[in-house]
């Protein structure tokens, strides 16, 4: 496997061990869902090989994120942030809830277009 590859198999194995862990699976239960070995998928979370291109469907599908989403990482410092504004959500109504989500989506276009 070329230097290259290597990197996408360690980011993609990385997103499905970060996917795996958020969802409060093990890599028993990923595996036994994909029908392979926890060995395969220690592996491929260890970036030492890169799942099938036919197989990343049903990677996706079990963490219930899409295919690209494979792809990125997680910061332990990104999710912890991330966790926390979806435990401030949550507590609101719904209809709230909805306004809050605008409220950040415009401060964050604002806030990019000031950093430009």
């Known amino acids: 496997m070329g230097r290259r590859n290597n990197k996408l198999a360690v980011l993609v194995g990385a997103g499905i061990a970060a996917r795996r862990k958020k969802k409060g699976m093990t890599q028993a239960q990923l595996a036994g869902f994909l029908g392979i070995t926890q060995d395969s998928l220690s592996r491929m979370e260890s970036g030492i090989i890169a799942p099938k291109f036919s ?18 990482s997680i910061s332990p410092d990104g999710q912890r942030k991330s966790d ?33």
């Open 55 to 72: 197989r990343l469907s049903d990677i996706a599908d079990a963490l219930g994120c899409s295919v690209v989403e494979l792809f990125k």
């Open 84 to 116: 926390a504004i979806t435990g401030m959500i949550q507590e609101l109504p719904e209809e709230l809830q909805d306004v809050l989500v605008n409220l950040v989506a415009n401060a964050a276009a604002a806030l990019k277009k000031d950093k430009k």
